[in-house]
């Protein structure tokens, strides 16, 4: 199993980007996928996560109404489109992909695979 994500790089306050990550080795449309990120110095968090089934997203409250995941099943692929970046945002961001039960969405446990990561850095 292969996750790689890209997309990542140096942009200003308010600007955005999209992060994508394309899969492989794995049943795709049978996972939950999320982005988690990790700052220099903090544990890695939880950012977004969309289940596998139906359209059910979740967000952590600091990029609701900024950051948007969606996945293309046909393409492996799940993205995470950042707007109105900020500088706490900074970050590398790493996708995941994991067959955990809801409530686990939001759990690093609740993740089997992971991406190498993509750095996003915000300048004020």
């Known amino acids: 199993v292969q996750l790689q994500a890209s997309g990542g790089g140096f942009v200003q306050a308010g600007d955005s980007l999209r992060l994508s990550c394309v899969a492989s080795?794995?049943?795709?449309?049978?996972?939950?996928l999320a982005w988690f990120r990790q700052a220099p110095g903090k544990e890695r968090e939880f950012v977004a996560a969309?289940?596998?089934?139906?359209?059910?997203?979740l967000y952590v409250d600091s990029v609701k109404g900024r950051f948007t995941i969606s996945r293309d099943n046909a393409k492996n692929t799940v993205y995470l489109q950042m707007n109105g970046l900020k500088p706490e945002d900074t970050a590398v961001y790493y996708c995941?992909?994991?067959?955990?039960?809801?409530?686990?969405?939001?759990?690093?446990?609740?993740?089997?695979?992971w991406g190498q990561g993509t750095q996003v850095t915000v300048s004020s």
């Open positions: 969309r289940r596998w089934s139906g359209s059910r997203t």
């Open positions: 995941a992909a994991g067959l955990a039960i809801y409530s686990e969405t939001m759990a690093n446990t609740g993740y089997n695979y």
């Open positions: 080795g794995l049943a795709f449309s049978r996972y939950n």
